[in-house]
């Protein structure tokens, strides 16, 4: 499967969910995942403050990357393609609370679960 863009999201994308015919995120991959950051990055946090979302949901994204970068392969795909979703809804609650009008697809069946969740209500 070939997919191309100047970015390389697309070709996630289209690893995750046309490729992929098998792997599928865990509850137990999400909770990692929106847990608590494996490592002290503030990529995101840094080069987009006062840009894009708020420092609350800079903060999740830098700590979702720290989990993301050591999942294997589709997996790696899924969780981007998820976080690539998310972040274009500009809502961390398309994780936790999907509604018709949000395309949560990847989402939809694994919700963050756990004190990280309560938080975010």
């Keep these: 499967m070939a997919s191309n863009d100047f970015l ?10 046309v490729v ?6 865990t509850p137990e991959d999400i909770d990692r995942i929106c ?4 490592d002290d990055r503030d990529f995101i946090r840094s080069t987009f403050d006062g840009l894009y979302f708020t ?7 830098d700590a979702a ?4 970068d050591h999942l294997p392969g589709h997996k ?6 998820t976080l690539v979703l998310a972040a274009a809804r ?13 395309a949560t697809t990847f989402a939809r069946d694994f919700p963050c679960t756990g004190a990280a969740s309560a938080s975010w209500s």
């Excluded at 390389?8 to 969910?17: G, L, Q, R, S």
């Excluded at 990357?65 to 993301?68: D, M, R, Y």
């Excluded at 790696?76 to 393609?81: G, K, P, V, W």
């Design 55 to 61: 420092a609350e949901d800079r903060a999740f994204l």
């Design 20 to 25: 992929n015919q098998e792997d599928v995120l």
């Design 8 to 17: 390389t999201f697309p070709t996630v994308i289209a690893d995750a969910t």
């Design 76 to 81: 790696r795909a899924l969780a981007i393609s």
């Design 90 to 102: 500009n809502s961390r609650a398309a994780w936790i609370r999907p509604t018709p009008r949000r």
């Design 35 to 38: 847990g608590p950051a494996a």
């Design 65 to 68: 990357w720290s989990h993301v």
